[in-house]
């Protein structure tokens, strides 16, 4: 450990704790019985899974974590693809039309989604998107591809340009150049990518409880907000379903996670 690790030490811990406080919280509660009223910091001294065996039931979780399963898979997979096409013409030829391109991708970036939830709200009635797998994914991948692009466009400029003209030298296509050549080197940040998308999408609320409102079609986060109410709030469901939820994602962060910060600091610096 150096000197500069141990002078920031303690911020390191007191930042740690404030972040698994809530983990511990989650956990303690899930594991609780209805009946039991011992202070939330208290772990139990019994395993009561009847918690997570009831919202699964009474939430309908099977058919909430299918409907994720299909919106995150295929949003993620839409908006990998289509930033990684889109990158990688913006970022080989800057071209005034290029440049305008990106910039405009870019300025995206800092419009609120909440300030245009009225009219699409009314596109979604018009187009027949409401309740929709079809309809949410395309929102989802439109709101998600200027960050993409963003990170795609900053990671190919590090790319040699010595490597396009060797592989068009042995007789690729611009095409098969980008496909045999461009994208094994994208590794890096499409773990980012990734990562950054799945974890919005999986945890959407936002949009979902606006635009998936038929209960066979509510994502979880939807599904665990109706046991939140004026009359009835059961916190021991909804911690066990929200432990529940957390673990698909988590895996996916845990497996990438070593190519986070170097897809992120390559993508962010160029960009």
């Known amino acids: 450990?150096?000197?500069t690790t141990r002078k920031f030490l303690?911020?390191?811990?007191?930042?740690?704790?404030?972040?698994i406080l809530p983990f511990y919280v989650l956990i303690t509660t899930s594991f609780k019985a209805v009946d039991?009223?011992?202070?939330?910091?208290v772990f139990p001294g019994y395993w009561y899974i009847d918690n997570f065996i009831n919202v699964w039931k009474g939430a309908n979780l099977g058919q909430a974590f299918f409907n994720n399963i299909i919106i995150t898979v295929v949003s993620v997979l839409l908006t990998v693809v289509l930033g990684a096409f889109a990158a990688y013409p913006l970022a080989r030829y800057k071209t005034r039309l290029n440049r305008f391109m990106y910039t405009l991708f870019i300025s995206v970036l800092i419009v609120p989604p909440?300030?245009?939830?009225?009219?699409?709200y009314k596109m979604f009635v018009d187009v027949g998107a409401m309740n929709s797998n079809w309809g949410i994914i395309l929102l989802h991948v439109t709101f998600h591809l200027p960050m993409t692009i963003f990170l795609f466009t900053g990671f190919i400029g590090t790319i040699p340009r010595e490597l396009d003209e060797a592989a068009m030298i042995d007789g690729c296509t611009r095409l098969s150049l980008f496909v045999k050549v461009i994208i094994p080197l994208l590794k890096p940040v499409t773990?980012?990518?990734?990562?950054l998308a799945s974890v919005g999408i999986w945890n959407d609320?936002?949009?979902s409880v606006f635009f998936l409102s038929d209960p066979d079609a509510r994502t979880i986060t939807v599904s665990l907000s109706s046991f939140f109410g004026q009359y009835n709030n059961n916190i021991g469901w909804v911690a066990a379903g929200s432990l529940t939820a957390a673990l698909p994602i988590?895996?996916?962060y845990l497996f990438l996670q070593r190519y986070f910060i170097t897809g992120l600091s390559a993508g962010g610096v160029k960009g």
Do not use: R
């Open 10 to 19: 303690p911020l390191i811990f007191i930042i740690s704790i404030f972040h």
């Open 1 to 3: 450990m150096n000197k």
């Open 205 to 207: 609320y936002q949009f």
């Open 114 to 120: 909440l300030t245009i939830l009225v009219p699409l």
């Open 250 to 252: 988590t895996i996916v």
């Open 191 to 195: 773990a980012t990518v990734v990562i």
């Open 36 to 41: 039991d009223v011992s202070s939330k910091w």
